[in-house]
Structure formats: C-alpha cells, structure tokens
C-alpha cells in the first residue's frame, strides 16, 4: 500500500526576512524528491519544519491525510537524517540496531552491505564524517519508517560511497525520500522527482537543464561541461 506525506502552507520568517512562503511539498512512497536550491535560501528550515523540530508561522503537514503536529512524535512515520552526525560517538552500529529495534529481515538486510559488516563494531566517534553519514543513512533507509528527511546525505562521502548510496536509494522503493544537497549532480542521478526553492517559493522542476539556470541555481552552461 502506497503513502502520500503533503506538507503546505509553509510559511517562516526570521525578522523582517521571509524565508518560506506558502511552499507546498508533496511525496509517495517510491518517490525520491530532490530539493533543490541556494545556499541560504532555507532548505534545511523545510525539512526540519516538515519533520516537527522547527516552528513555522504556518505549516500543515498531512501523512495520508492525517494532520500531524509533532511528526518526529509518531512511529513508523518520518525519520530525518540532518546534516551533522546525529548518532551518540560512543555507539556502534550493533548497539543501534537494538536500539532501533529493527527486525530479522532489516537487520539480515542492512548487513548484506560489505560496508556495513566492515563499520559494525566500530564506535561512530571513531569513523570518519563519510562513514559515520553512510552509517546513519543506511540505518534509516532499514527503520519502518514511511518517509525520510535528508539534509545534505552525500556530504563527506567519498565517490566510490556515494555512487554507491545513489544505486540504494533508486532501488528503494518501500519509503518516499525527500533530500536536499549542494552536489546537484548526485541529486539529478538519484531522484525521481525535482524542486526548486527560489525567493522563498516551490517551483516544480519539469527540464532540470532549463529550469535550474531560469531559477538562478546554476549558471548558464552549467550542462555544457
């Protein structure tokens, strides 16, 4: 059975600044739906106004059309992998698949990974950035969550891991992702689906080569190289 995670109305201000104006963001489970736009432009302040740990002047965000107020509150609904390392430095993965309380087949699941048999009794503290983001992402991606939240997942990953993270999240099916990432180019490989954040409004990306420069996130000849 399918899911629709609908977040609308979003509206946030520091100050005098409106960051976020009425954006509307939708996603199924299936979908990977890059979030794409300018440093600054409040990326980050979506997904965590999305997830429930940022308060929003307005913001209604719908699983199925339920309205959640405190979403993160909720079982085996959204997850949010930020970006900076989110997991304890004293915790290994092993601890953390008790701690999640992931089951037989998700656990046999996320170790059939070499990597993650190679990081499993390692201490996140003792991993480096890539490993310990590869780590925290591999573990949502085996939570019930319906719908994950990331935040920059492809920062401090090395090519080899990143190409690799693109081929697990095409393949997955089972969630609806949401991501943002400056690496543009590993956002158009892996997702579905695009938007554009510009002067505090969604756009809806139809020709990522035509739509991302007329939005002013990438500059003219951008595709050309």
């Not at 996603?27 to 600054?40: A, P």
């Not at 302040?45 to 740990?53: A, F, K, P, S």
């Amino acid at each position: 059975m399918g899911h629709e995670l609908v977040a609308e109305g979003i509206m946030k201000q520091y100050g005098v600044r409106q960051v976020l104006t009425d954006c509307y963001v939708t996603c199924r489970t299936g979908e990977v739906v890059g979030l794409l736009g300018r440093n600054g432009c409040g990326k980050s302040t979506m997904l965590e106004i999305i997830y429930g740990v940022r308060d929003a002047e307005q913001a209604q965000v719908r699983v199925d059309g339920r309205l959640y107020n405190s979403p993160f509150r909720e079982k085996h609904l959204l997850a949010f992998l930020p970006q900076g390392n989110f997991i304890p430095n004293g915790l290994t993965i092993s601890d953390l698949v008790k701690l999640f309380k992931l089951e037989k087949d998700q656990v046999d699941k996320l170790l059939s990974y070499p990597r993650i048999k190679e990081l499993l009794n390692l201490r996140i503290g003792s991993m480096s950035v890539g490993q310990s983001k590869y780590a925290g992402l591999m573990l949502l991606l085996h939570t019930n969550a319906k719908f994950i939240l990331m935040d920059e997942p492809f920062s401090g990953l090395d090519p080899l891991i990143a190409e690799e993270v693109i081929g697990i999240l095409r393949r997955y099916k089972n969630k609806g992702i949401i991501l943002t990432d400056h690496n543009y180019r590993h956002v158009l490989n892996c997702c579905t689906r695009f938007m554009v954040l510009h002067e505090g409004a969604i756009h809806q990306v139809k020709d990522p080569q035509e739509d991302l420069i007329r939005f002013n996130y990438l500059p003219p000849g951008a595709f050309d190289q």
